[in-house]
């Protein structure tokens, strides 16, 4: 009788450890959800920025160095200094527009890039631009 009582005993406490270790809290579902939601805003902001070249022009001293004129345009957010890949028939480089653009403003800055041809010459952003999502 003891002994049963004990394999009763130990069945019981097993199935309550078990239980509620499988059982996940509302509050960690809630923090998954969350989670879920935070990198979804992550994702979405930033999308309406725009960069872009408005001139290119033949450098003076070396002939095979261009100088582009770029604008970077930020959105709804601002960006902090951002990095932008400069493409050519020639080269392929990484540029930083220094400082900080404010929501719905513009940014221009010059840069150097060997090309053959400028028709070749292509900008865009280097790396997306994340920011912690307001709660």
């Known amino acids: ?5 004990l394999v009763l005993g130990a069945i019981l406490i097993l199935a309550v450890f ?3 270790a499988l059982a996940e809290p509302k509050s960690a579902q809630k923090a998954k959800q969350s989670v879920k939601k935070d990198i979804k805003e992550i994702k979405s902001q930033g999308e309406d920025r725009t960069v872009k ?14 100088i582009v004129g770029v604008e970077v345009c930020a959105g709804r ?8 890949d400069l493409k050519s028939d020639r080269d392929s480089i990484t540029v930083k527009v220094s400082g900080l653009i404010m929501p719905k ?3 221009g800055s010059e840069f150097f890039i060997r090309a053959s041809d400028p028709d070749t010459i292509s900008v865009s952003f280097s790396k997306p631009v994340y920011h912690v999502p307001q709660r």
């Open 105 to 107: 403003t513009c940014k």
């Open 1 to 5: 009788m003891m002994m049963l009582g």
């Open 77 to 84: 957010e601002k960006i902090y200094s951002p990095e932008l």
């Open 53 to 66: 070249i408005t001139t290119v022009k033949k450098s003076r001293t070396l002939s095979i160095l261009h």
């Open 18 to 20: 078990t239980g509620t």
